[in-house]
C-alpha cells in the first residue's frame, strides 16, 4: 500500500504502523504504537481499543481522561448504546451523537466526555477467536468524520491486524515456560536440537547468543541452522519464523 494514498492528517499514523509492521520488533511493536497512537491519530479524544462481546463494544484501553466512566461503560451503558458493530462491513459507526440528544447514552457517557462524533474499524484477533475494534472520537464542537477519514482507516485496517497478529506471535515466543514441543508437532522433521534452536532463531538471537544459551560454538549453530533451513524449504531467518507461525496457528 502506497502511503500517497493516505489523508494527510493521517500520515503520521499511518507511517508509525508501517515502520513498525516492517522492523518486525515483536517484543516492542505493540505497546509503542499504543504508546503513540494518541500522539498521532487525527482525533482530539484519543484512540480506544474495544474487543466486540454479542456485537457491542466493550473497552480495553481508553485514554486517561475517561477512566472513571469506563467501568460504566463495560457493564452498562455499553449495553444501552444504539450503534452495534457492523460485521460485513468491519466498522462501528460513524456516529453523530448530536443525533441521540436526550438519550440516557449520551446523557451519562458522552456529554461528561464531550464526546460528539466516534467511529470505529474491526479486525480479527485471530489467536483468542475475537474482533478488536479501534474507534475514535472527536468533541462536540469538532466536525464529523468524512467519507475520507472513513476510507483512510479501511487503508490502515490491513496494518492494524497485522499488527496484532505479529504481537501475539511474539507472545508464543517469549513466554517463561515456552516448550519447543508447543510449536513442532511431531510431523516437522527437526530433530530435539534443531527445534531448540529453531525457538531461539524465532526469538532473533544472534548466532552468538544462541551458542551461549546452548553452550555450543557458533559454527554448530550455523550447521543446525542450515539444516533446519533445507528441512523446512525456507531460505532465511524471515520466512523460517513465517513457517512456524503457520505450524502453530494450524
Given at each position: 500500500?502506497?502511503?500517497?494514498?493516505?489523508?494527510?492528517?493521517w500520515?503520521?499514523?499511518?507511517?508509525?504502523?508501517?515502520?513498525?509492521?516492517?522492523?518486525?520488533?515483536?517484543?516492542?511493536?505493540?505497546?509503542?504504537?499504543?504508546?503513540?497512537?494518541?500522539?498521532?491519530?487525527?482525533?482530539?479524544h484519543?484512540?480506544?481499543?474495544?474487543?466486540?462481546?454479542?456485537?457491542?463494544p466493550?473497552?480495553?484501553?481508553?485514554?486517561?481522561?475517561?477512566?472513571?466512566?469506563?467501568?460504566?461503560?463495560?457493564?452498562?451503558?455499553?449495553?444501552c448504546?444504539?450503534?452495534?458493530?457492523?460485521?460485513?462491513?468491519?466498522?462501528?459507526?460513524?456516529?453523530?451523537?448530536?443525533?441521540f440528544?436526550?438519550?440516557?447514552?449520551?446523557?451519562?457517557?458522552?456529554?461528561?466526555?464531550?464526546?460528539?462524533?466516534?467511529?470505529?474499524i474491526?479486525?480479527?484477533?485471530?489467536?483468542?477467536?475475537?474482533?478488536?475494534?479501534?474507534?475514535?472520537?472527536?468533541?462536540?464542537?469538532?466536525s464529523?468524520?468524512?467519507?475520507?477519514?472513513?476510507?483512510?482507516?479501511?487503508?490502515?485496517?490491513?496494518?492494524?491486524?497485522?499488527?496484532?497478529?505479529?504481537?501475539?506471535?511474539?507472545?508464543?515466543?517469549?513466554?517463561?515456560?515456552?516448550?519447543?514441543?508447543?510449536?513442532?508437532?511431531?510431523?516437522?522433521?527437526?530433530?530435539?536440537?534443531?527445534?531448540?534452536?529453531v525457538?531461539?532463531?524465532?526469538?532473533r538471537?544472534?548466532?552468538?547468543?544462541?551458542?551461549?544459551?546452548?553452550?555450543?560454538?557458533?559454527?554448530?549453530?550455523?550447521?543446525?541452522?542450515?539444516?533446519?533451513?533445507?528441512?523446512?524449504?525456507?531460505?532465511?531467518?524471515?520466512?523460517?519464523?513465517?513457517?512456524?507461525?503457520?505450524?502453530?496457528?494450524?
Amino acid at each position: 500500500m502506497e502511503s500517497c494514498s493516505v489523508e494527510p492528517a493521517w500520515q503520521k499514523l499511518f507511517e508509525l504502523i508501517n515502520d513498525v509492521c516492517l522492523q518486525e520488533d515483536t517484543d516492542s511493536m505493540l505497546s509503542e504504537v499504543i504508546r503513540h497512537l494518541d500522539e498521532v491519530v487525527p482525533a482530539d479524544h484519543g484512540v480506544v481499543l474495544n474487543e466486540v462481546r454479542d456485537g457491542l463494544p466493550y473497552c480495553l484501553r481508553w485514554p486517561a481522561y475517561a477512566d472513571p466512566l469506563i467501568s460504566a461503560f463495560n457493564h452498562y451503558y455499553n449495553r444501552c448504546c444504539p450503534v452495534n458493530y457492523n460485521a460485513k462491513q468491519h466498522t462501528l459507526g460513524p456516529v453523530d451523537w448530536h443525533r441521540f440528544k436526550e438519550t440516557e447514552y449520551d446523557n451519562d457517557f458522552n456529554r461528561p466526555l464531550d464526546l460528539g462524533h466516534s467511529i470505529g474499524i474491526g479486525f480479527p484477533d485471530l489467536y483468542n477467536n475475537k474482533v478488536i475494534v479501534t474507534s475514535i472520537h472527536r468533541s462536540r464542537s469538532d466536525s464529523a468524520f468524512s467519507e475520507s477519514d472513513v476510507h483512510t482507516l479501511y487503508l490502515i485496517r490491513p496494518l492494524l491486524s497485522r499488527l496484532f497478529s505479529l504481537a501475539r506471535d511474539s507472545e508464543v515466543f517469549n513466554r517463561e515456560h515456552f516448550h519447543p514441543s508447543e510449536l513442532y508437532p511431531k510431523t516437522m522433521p527437526l530433530s530435539p536440537r534443531e527445534a531448540e534452536v529453531v525457538q531461539f532463531l524465532c526469538r532473533r538471537l544472534s548466532m552468538r547468543e544462541i551458542a551461549a544459551r546452548l553452550s555450543i560454538s557458533p559454527r554448530t549453530v550455523e550447521r543446525h541452522t542450515q539444516h533446519i533451513y533445507q528441512k523446512l524449504g525456507v531460505g532465511c531467518r524471515k520466512e523460517l519464523i513465517s513457517r512456524c507461525f503457520q505450524s502453530y496457528r494450524s
